[in-house]
Each structure stands twice: as structure tokens, then as C-alpha cells.
Nanobody, 122 residues
Framework: VQLQASGGGSVQAGGSLRLSCVAS????????MGWYRRAPGKQRELVAA???????DYADSVKGRFTISRDNAKKAVYLRMNNLKPEDTAVYYC?????????????????WGPGTQVTVSS
């Protein structure tokens, strides 16, 4: 199982970015997919997560600005980030939890993508 994220970049405050992450491998389903971030000098934190049934959960700091979505058929998760602030600057990582292969094979938890940089300037 591999995760590959894309869509990071540099924007000015108030701008928007869309992150994408696709899981590859012999995957039948993924229970939860999410986005985490690590800002310089800080610990990694949850940004948003979404269940297979598309129930989202957001960090308080991004509620109303970020929207997480997923496409189960594509094994993909997306993060639309609007009204970006300098404090959103971080490396963003996608995560997959509860991964199953065909025939019900349990493939494991806690898969991570390599990270994509988001930089917001004031």
C-alpha cells in the first residue's frame, strides 16, 4: 500500500489550494482517510479525516475554511483549503487507516504519504 499526495504549493494569505492523495496497491477498501500537518517546530496534528461513509471531522482551526472529501472507487482523498492563513504553513501528510484487500484481507493501519509542502505568505 502506497500513498501519494499532490497539490501543495505557495500562496498568499486568503488564497486556496487543493490537495489530493491516492492510495495504490491491491486495496479493496479503506476505513478512514485523513490529512495531518506538521508546522516548523510543532508536533504533527490532525487537520481533517473522513470515514468510508464520508463523515468528516475537522480540527477547530480549519473548520469553515477546509473541506475534506473522498472518492472510494479511486481510493482517493482530497482537501480543499480556502482562506489560507500563514499559520496553515506546514508539510501536509495524507493517512489511510483500516485498509483491506480483496477477499477481506486486512492490510493494516496507519499508512502515510511522503508529505507535500504548503506555504502561505502574509
Amino acid at each position: 500500500v502506497q500513498l501519494q499526495a499532490s497539490g501543495g504549493g505557495s500562496v498568499q494569505a486568503g488564497g486556496s489550494l487543493r490537495l489530493s492523495c491516492v492510495a495504490s496497491g491491491a486495496i479493496f477498501s479503506i476505513n478512514s482517510m485523513g490529512w495531518y500537518r506538521r508546522a516548523p517546530g510543532k508536533q504533527r496534528e490532525l487537520v481533517a479525516a473522513i470515514t468510508r461513509g464520508s463523515n468528516p471531522d475537522y480540527a477547530d482551526s480549519v473548520k469553515g475554511r477546509f473541506t475534506i472529501s473522498r472518492d472510494n472507487a479511486k481510493k482517493a482523498v482530497y482537501l480543499r483549503m480556502n482562506n489560507l492563513k500563514p499559520e496553515d504553513t506546514a508539510v501536509y501528510y495524507c493517512n489511510a487507516d483500516g485498509v483491506y484487500g480483496y477477499g477481506g484481507a486486512y492490510l493494516g493501519d496507519d499508512y502515510w504519504g511522503p508529505g507535500t509542502q504548503v506555504t502561505v505568505s502574509s
